[in-house]
C-alpha cells in the first residue's frame, strides 16, 4: 500500500509503480482501528463526527508519518465526513500511540498491532476501516457502517520485474497461494490482526492500479506534500 501512496506523492519517480511492476499475489490484508482518547466523549462514529464538527480545530489525529496509511486513512475520513481534524505526523507509530495515549492526540486511524497496546492502555474503540468487521473485535462497526463506501485496507503482496516470464509468475503465485492456505501462516496473520489476500496475478494487478488512483486523488484533494 505504502507503494502506491508514494506514486501519487512523488510524482518524477523514475519508475512507474504500475507499468514497471509486474504482479505476482496478494499476501496480507490488515485493518486500522480508529481509537479515540477517553476524554473524547464519543462513543460511535456518528456522535464522533458530530463532536469533531462541534470542536473545529480542536481534534488532532496523528500518524507514523506524512503519507502513511494511517494518515491517508484520517484525509478520507475528513473528505467523507466534513469533520475538522488536523493532521500531526509523528517518527513512528510507537509514539503516535504514546501521544494518544497520553491526550497529546485526540484520535487514531490505528494500525494493528500497535493498535492492541492502545486498547490495553484505555482508548476507545470506535471502529474498523475495513469493509467488514474484525474477526477480533467483533462488536466493533465498520466506518463504512455509518460513512458508506469508506474502505481503508493494509495490503502487502509480491511483486517481480516487468519483463518477467508469465510461467515464472504463474508458478510463484501458486506456491504464494499454496502457503497462504497453510495453518501456520494463518495464525501468524491472525496475530498480526490480518487475513491472508490469495490472488491470482491479474487480480492483483487490478487492486494496485485501483489503490494507486484512489490515493492519488486524495492526496491532490488534501494538497498532501512529502516531508
Not at 31 to 51: G, K, M, S
Not at 116 to 123: D, L, N, P, Q, R
Not at 125 to 150: M, N
Request: hydrophobic share 45%; charged share 20%.
Amino acid at each position: 500500500m505504502s507503494n502506491a501512496i508514494g506514486a501519487a506523492l512523488f510524482p518524477r519517480l523514475k519508475f512507474d509503480f504500475v507499468r514497471d511492476i509486474a504482479p505476482v499475489a496478494g499476501s496480507v490484508r490488515l485493518p486500522l482501528i480508529l481509537l479515540v482518547n477517553p476524554t473524547v466523549p464519543a462513543r460511535t462514529v456518528p456522535d464522533f463526527i458530530a463532536y469533531a464538527k462541534a470542536n473545529s480545530g480542536k481534534i488532532n489525529f496523528p500518524s507514523a508519518e506524512v503519507g502513511s496509511s494511517e494518515h491517508m486513512a484520517g484525509e478520507l475520513f475528513k473528505m467523507m465526513s466534513g469533520a475538522d481534524m488536523l493532521h500531526v505526523p509523528f517518527r513512528g507509530g510507537a509514539q503516535a500511540i504514546t501521544a494518544l495515549i497520553a491526550g497529546q492526540v485526540q484520535a487514531y486511524f490505528c494500525a494493528t498491532p500497535t493498535s492492541f497496546s492502545g486498547i490495553k492502555a484505555g482508548m476507545r474503540a470506535l471502529a474498523v476501516t475495513t469493509a467488514t468487521r474484525w474477526e477480533s473485535l467483533p462488536d466493533v462497526p465498520t466506518v463504512g457502517e455509518t460513512l458508506p463506501g469508506y474502505e481503508v485496507s493494509v495490503w502487502f503482496g509480491i511483486g517481480a520485474p516487468r519483463d518477467t516470464p508469465v510461467e515464472i509468475i504463474n508458478k510463484l503465485n501458486t506456491e504464494i497461494n499454496a502457503g497462504l492456505r497453510e495453518a501456520d501462516f494463518k495464525k501468524r496473520f491472525a496475530d498480526l490482526g490480518g487475513v491472508p489476500m490469495p490472488t491470482t496475478p491479474v487480480e492483483f494487478g487490478r487492486l494496485i492500479a485501483a489503490e494507486t488512483e484512489r490515493w492519488a486523488k486524495v492526496a491532490r484533494a488534501a494538497n498532501i506534500k512529502p516531508e
